[in-house]
């Protein structure tokens, strides 16, 4: 049986198909007389009006195509650049995405992945350092597992990029896009998400390979990756299987790769370099209010010391010694101190020492006030607004 292959409204090859099936698609509106069609015995591809009659008897027929005009000082009709195209490449004319092409698309998108994940991480490892600091008393253990979770984000927005990127109607990530190739399947058609999803799951084995998995784009027969094999995918250029093939590029553009990847590893450089100036400063904050947590500890305690022996005595204490407080204290404290203010209220204060610990905050101090409610108010002194504790603001 003749074996059909056409173009639909998509501009997607498609085929091989028995004429039965074209016949369908033309009375469905999925092809019209004016779609290219192409079988053995044709030197190119033709439009489908000029076939109906090979379809079947119940196939409406076509009109004659009127011939088109010759250009001023021709005698001959000039040939539509899109026929004149497929004359010269096939329908089974197909060109594989080089190494260099597969490499500079791969660098690209890693870099838009991997920026836009840093991004994301930026914001939530600042969030998780204010809810920290907020409890007053940061637990290095909950720390490391919110950073886990936050890392969870990248494989979860790498799986959402390629595959639903690869199954789109562009069939190609932002980088492949760029260097004009795409992905397809065995058949040449457009991967399903659950079929990119897979692929992008089988790309683990050539990470695991050390990248050898993604060398062997370079020297096996038809480009193929580690991955693709995997997969049954293929990496093509963007005219591959379109009814335009004599427009497939077969020679990357050096200059065009060198001035992509050169661009993208500079805007990468910039990007780290912003990412780095907000995080460090971020990064030291947040160890500042992780010192600041031990004195408040301290402070409280003693709080509630001075609380039980003002309800005994009808007094202040005048100094930890009173409570029998320890003199010895750690580097991030100078002294303690318990005075009575002028409206009669116990007032417990920590004398910050000028440990480097302490960033901005050495040497300033922090103050528990007890209030006529039996409650206890805090107060900062000498210490940056981001660096005070949560109820001390």
């Not at 059909?4 to 509106?29: C, F, I, K, M, N």
């Not at 008897?57 to 005009?69: F, I, V």
């Not at 991480?121 to 490391?144: H, K, N, Q, R």
């Not at 040497?363 to 409650?375: F, M, P, V």
Request: glycine share 10%.
């Amino acid at each position: 049986m003749q074996q059909w292959y056409y173009v639909d409204r998509h501009h997607d090859r498609q085929g091989p198909v028995s004429p039965e099936v074209l016949a369908q698609a033309y009375r469905q509106g999925k092809v019209t007389r004016d779609s290219l069609v192409w079988r053995d015995g044709l030197a190119q591809w033709e439009p489908l009006g000029e076939h109906l009659a090979e379809l079947g008897p119940e196939t409406p027929q076509s009109q004659p195509l009127p011939p088109a005009p010759p250009a001023a000082g021709d005698t001959a009709p000039a040939t539509p650049a899109p026929t004149a195209a497929l004359a010269a490449a096939g329908p089974d004319d197909v060109v594989d995405a080089g190494f260099l092409r597969r490499f500079a698309a791969f660098l690209i998108d890693s870099l838009i992945v991997s920026t836009v994940f840093y991004a994301l991480y930026l914001v939530g490892f600042v969030l998780l350092a204010l809810a920290m600091a907020g409890s007053g008393t940061p637990d290095e253990s909950a720390m490391v597992a919110g950073v886990v979770v936050i890392s969870l984000l990248y494989p979860l927005l790498s799986l959402a990029y390629y595959a639903g990127m690869e199954s789109s109607a562009k069939q190609a990530t932002l980088g492949k896009m760029v260097v004009g190739i795409k992905v397809v399947d065995a058949r040449g058609q457009r991967l399903g998400f659950g079929h990119a999803a897979g692929r992008w799951l089988a790309s683990v084995l050539s990470y695991l390979t050390f990248y050898i998995g993604f060398a062997m784009a370079g020297f096996t027969a038809r480009k193929q990756a580690l991955h693709d094999f995997v997969a049954g995918t293929f990496v093509v250029d963007q005219w591959a299987y379109t009814d335009q093939p004599g427009r497939q590029q077969r020679e990357p553009s050096g200059c065009l790769v060198a001035v992509v990847v050169g661009g993208f590893l500079l805007f990468a450089v910039f990007v780290v370099g912003v990412l780095a100036a907000i995080s460090i400063p971020a990064y030291q904050d947040y160890v500042g209010r992780s010192k600041l947590a031990g004195p408040m500890e301290q402070a409280r305690r003693l709080a509630l010391q001075v609380e039980d022996f003002r309800r005994n005595t009808d007094r202040c204490p005048r100094d930890p010694a009173e409570l029998d407080h320890p003199e010895a204290s750690p580097p991030e404290i100078e002294a303690f101190r318990l005075f009575e203010d002028a409206g009669g209220r116990c007032v417990v204060a920590v004398e910050l020492g000028e440990a480097d610990s302490l960033g901005e905050a050495a040497g300033g101090s922090l103050r528990l006030r007890l209030d006529g409610q039996g409650g206890w108010t805090c107060e900062a002194s000498g210490i940056p607004d981001r660096q005070v504790p949560a109820d001390c603001r």
